[in-house]
């Protein structure tokens, strides 16, 4: 990038599938300073590439793979990357982000960033190193799962390369399929059907393998800044470490957080400990996985050697898959959870929605709206180990009753009918993730508002009302997790502050670590050599919120979207930690919109558009 003194290769790789070429963008200086990257700029490439009549799954929609300036360097959990597209799942905006050490590899290439356009006529994969871009045949490789596919691919190009494939629900579309990353140590972009966009295309896989240097302005700087947090990283996050993701099981069991029984209960104490990361630990952990620049590890390996599930190895269940395969479906079998969870990797499936719609299909099949003839005597009974790995199969293949439930909870209600509606949960077509708003009173406006459906990582502000503190928000203690004044404005502030983390490219967890908004800003500084004052580095991360909310106003999203299920709304919990709150969220939208500078209708008025220099997207002229 002209002009740019450290922390980006200053290159965006344009490809051209149907046409089999590609071309080399130079991002301006100032347009990186204001998007930073990572998100912030694939949200501005899509709205310049896709129209609101875009087919999510037709040529003309773009598929975006971009790092930030942090991606690749030896900042503390900088190995990060983004996955943009619009959202067959969703029909609006659509992202999701991988760890593991793709990035890193891209960045080391020589390259920000891919924009992959078109459809090839032929499968195929993309070999992309610091000679440049080979357009290579996949044929061989679709219908390989992405662990086998992983295999040949590096076999094919270096044994040092990583690759971002589709497994065979990508490849058939399933709007819940999702990309994957690394072969066995498989780091999903998982949300939003974006390995449906990717099979759309005919394109199986993108292999990156670099060895450049990443260009720092300031090394003595980041080099001193990263040794005085990164102890206090490592003791904040040590049971992280110890245990994984799915440690906190037990903990968000009591709070009342956890999804039961397609979130019907408020209580499941004995099936939490049994999935929990501790029992994980002393049953089938193998080893911990690290991410490039990880210092924790809070990655699971894990191996089955015995019984029924003997054979499972590779990246092991995280939180989500506890929650949403396990506790949401009432089954508490760690072994039976695991096979699931290599079959969602192994598929390229989305453990959150593929947990969600399955709850959804055995509440239907408890209610008599689901018959047997439908689900081809594959039983609906929960916490059913074994029928629920064979419903993953079915969904990953497209088979039966599988072809059903892999578009998504929203479409397979609507194709039920009989009410069921009620009990379908999800955001704008998005099934929501392992956290209740009837435990912390944000989280139904932040997953009501936030761009890609129901998403906790997208504002994370029950962070705030569970142990973090921002002092550069005023924050200074831990909020009341069922307060309500002030809660429309922790929302915004909190995601405009993880807009910043998804450009930085840095993962979430650091802020468990202690780290606050001047560490970062210090690291971006470090590396790049802006200079920028925390102001401008805020203003920048409500710019990238308001500029994708502007996508999704584009295709057709006012206020009458932004609602959360009913279940999550209106129905108490009845036991547990959170038995009897349910969220405030008409006042707490109010204030939101108020406090965003948006209209009654959600819509960002044009004088915040014009104060974001968001001019281009304003919707009145």
């Known amino acids: 990038m002209k002009g740019s003194t450290g922390g980006y290769a200053g290159s965006i790789l344009h490809v051209d599938l149907s046409k089999r070429t590609h071309h080399i963008e130079e991002p301006a200086p100032e347009e990186m300073r204001a998007y930073i990257g990572g998100s912030g700029l694939a949200s501005k490439r899509l709205w310049e590439m896709t129209p609101s009549a875009t087919d999510p799954l037709g040529p003309e929609n773009v598929l975006i793979f971009m790092t930030g300036p942090l991606t690749g360097t030896k900042v503390p959990l900088s190995g990060r990357h983004e996955v943009v597209a619009k959202s067959p799942l969703t029909g609006i905006y659509g992202e999701s982000d991988a760890g593991g050490e793709w990035g890193a590899e891209l960045k080391r290439a020589g390259f920000d960033g891919i924009i992959v356009t078109g459809k090839s006529a032929k499968s ?31 076999r094919e190009t270096d044994q040092k390369a990583t690759e971002a494939s589709i497994g065979p629900a990508g490849e058939r579309l399933a709007l819940i399929a999702g990309v994957m990353h690394g072969g066995r140590d ?56 110890d245990y994984g ?10 709070f009342g957080n956890l999804p039961i029984k397609n979130w019907k209960r408020g209580s499941w104490k004995a099936g939490a400990e049994k999935l929990s990361g501790v029992t994980l630990a002393k049953t089938i952990l193998k080893s911990k996985y690290y991410c490039k620049a990880c210092i924790v590890g809070c990655g699971r390996t894990v191996a ?23 506790s949401n479906l009432l089954l ?27 709850g959804f299909a055995m509440e239907a099949a408890e209610r008599g709206i689901l018959t047997n003839s439908q689900s081809e005597e594959v039983s609906l009974k929960w916490g059913d180990g074994e029928s629920i790995v064979k419903l993953v199969d079915r969904i990953g293949r497209r088979e039966g009753i599988g072809n059903m439930l892999g578009q998504g909870v929203m479409r397979t209600a609507a194709e039920l009918g009989k009410g069921c509606e009620a009990f379908a949960l999800h955001v704008k077509g998005l099934e929501p993730p392992g956290h209740d708003p009837r435990a912390y009173n944000s989280l139904g406006v932040g997953y009501a508002t936030a761009n890609r459906g129901a998403c906790h990582l997208q504002g994370m502000s ?7 503190t921002m002092p550069e928000f005023g924050m200074n203690e831990v909020q009341d997790r069922f307060g309500v004044a002030g809660k429309g404005e922790l929302v915004a502030k909190s995601q405009d502050l993880m807009s910043l983390f998804d450009s930085l490219k840095l993962c979430k967890f650091l802020l468990y670590g202690g780290v606050k908004v001047k560490h970062m800003l210090e690291w ?10 925390q102001a401008e580095f805020l203003k920048a991360g409500e710019r990238i919120y308001n500029l994708k909310r502007m996508y999704n106003v584009r295709c057709g999203i006012t206020r009458k979207d932004d609602v959360i299920p009913v279940r999550m709304l209106h129905e108490k919990r009845g036991e547990g930690g959170s038995a009897d709150n349910l969220p405030p ?22 004088a915040k558009l014009r104060e974001l220099g968001l001019e281009q997207a304003a919707p009145y002229k």
């Open 332 to 358: 508490d079998d760690l072994e039976a959870v695991a096979k699931a969870h290599e079959l969602c990797n192994r598929y390229g499936l989305d453990v959150i929605s593929t947990g969600g719609v399955i």
């Open 245 to 254: 993701t799915s440690q906190i099981m037990t903990a968000l069991e009591e």
């Open 585 to 606: 969220f008409d006042d707490v939208l109010e204030e939101y919109y108020t406090y965003r500078g948006w209209d009654k209708n959600g819509v960002p008025t044009n």
């Open 524 to 533: 971006l500084n470090a590396v790049t050599g802006f200079s920028m004052g």
């Open 124 to 154: 195929t994969y993309l070999w992309i190193n610091e000679s440049g871009l080979e357009f290579r045949d996949a044929e061989h490789l679709w219908g390989m799962d992405t662990y086998d596919a992983g295999d040949v691919l590096r």
């Open 304 to 326: 089955i050697s015995q019984g029924e599930y003997a054979g499972v190895e590779g990246a092991g269940p995280e939180y989500e898959t506890t929650a949403l395969l396990g």
């Open 462 to 468: 029950y962070a705030f009302e569970r142990s973090v």
């Open 186 to 241: 498989c780091r999903p972009a998982g949300r939003c059907g974006l390995g449906a966009v990717m099979g759309s295309k005919h394109l199986k896989a993108v292999v990156v393998r670099g060895e450049g240097e990443i260009p720092i302005a300031d090394e003595k700087q980041l080099t001193a800044t990263t040794r005085t947090l990164a102890p206090e990283i490592v003791k904040n996050t040590k049971r992280l470490s």
